[in-house]
């Protein structure tokens, strides 16, 4: 058996900082390593093939470095590249690590949080195109009505630290009205970005009180922890010292600069060349 090695986390740029967070909180002690992609940032409006070879190149260099189990802690990677990779790649390069990515979890439990069978997904145009929430809702909850709206305006607003801002009303007040005017029985809107979070009380203003606004992290984080506990040959693998290591694709003056927005404290980072 190899020696133990950090969980992987991939995210196209920072928005993966605040489901690593969650993770960190709900599986304290264990390691983890984050790559950041910023390079080539952002995914969202990327084609299908650019996506997964990014994400292919990403995995790979986690698993040379040890990692036996890598989250694409990004909604674009999930809906572009996972399957594909899971399927196809994986067989080739080790069949004894696994990619998990953030749609499957979120989507086995979404319905659980409407009452009305109606659900809104605010995500990127990529996520959106892909229709992999919609694809994966149905599987386990047939009888949902899914309704999608993608913000392209909203992660970089949120990257240059603008949405505090007024101007960040506006955008979310768009997103958000061209949403509801799909249907009138939406009462659960889910935040199928990373990134979003961040926006997630200027959301609840343009909202009624009774809508539900769901975000990943802690049901992304509850699910990790849910699959090391049935899988304990690879909870074994998985090393637990408490640190936590940080790379970039691009200047990692500038990642650490931005990450504290999402990680919710100071990074510092180490860049790497893909």
Request: glycine fraction near 8%; include cysteine.
């Amino acid at each position: 058996m190899p020696s133990a090695k950090p969980i992987g986390v991939f995210d196209s740029g920072y928005g993966g900082l605040t489901i690593l967070k969650d993770l960190e909180n709900t599986l304290p002690g264990y390691d983890f390593v984050y790559l950041g992609d910023n390079a080539r940032a952002p995914y969202g409006t990327r084609s299908f093939e650019s996506v997964y070879r990014y994400t292919l190149e990403s995995v790979k260099w986690f698993f040379d470095n040890g990692s036996p189990l890598v989250v694409l802690a990004c909604n674009t990677a999930s809906a572009k590249a996972l399957r594909t990779i899971q399927q196809h790649d994986l067989p080739k390069m080790n069949r004894h690590n696994r990619v998990l990515g953030v749609i499957r979890p979120t989507t086995e439990v979404i319905g659980n949080f409407t009452k009305t069978n109606n659900i809104g997904i605010l995500a990127t145009t990529g996520t959106v195109q892909s229709n992999s929430y919609k694809i994966e809702i149905e599987k386990f909850f047939p009888g949902l009505h899914v309704f999608q709206q993608a913000c392209p305006m909203w992660v970089p607003l949120i990257e240059n630290n603008e949405h505090h801002g007024a101007g960040a009303d506006y955008f979310v007040r768009q997103g958000i009205d061209k949403l509801l005017a799909q249907s009138d029985n939406i009462d659960t809107i889910l935040l199928g970005c990373t990134h979003y979070p961040l926006l997630i009380d200027k959301i609840r203003q343009h909202v009624l009180p009774e809508v539900q606004v769901v975000s990943q992290g802690k049901i992304v984080s509850g699910s990790l922890a849910d699959y090391l506990q049935r899988h304990p040959e690879m909870d074994e693998r998985c090393s637990k010292n408490g640190e936590i290591i940080f790379y970039t694709t691009d200047s990692a003056e500038d990642f650490n600069d931005h990450a504290a927005i999402f990680y919710g404290k100071p990074v510092r980072s180490k860049h790497l060349a893909l």
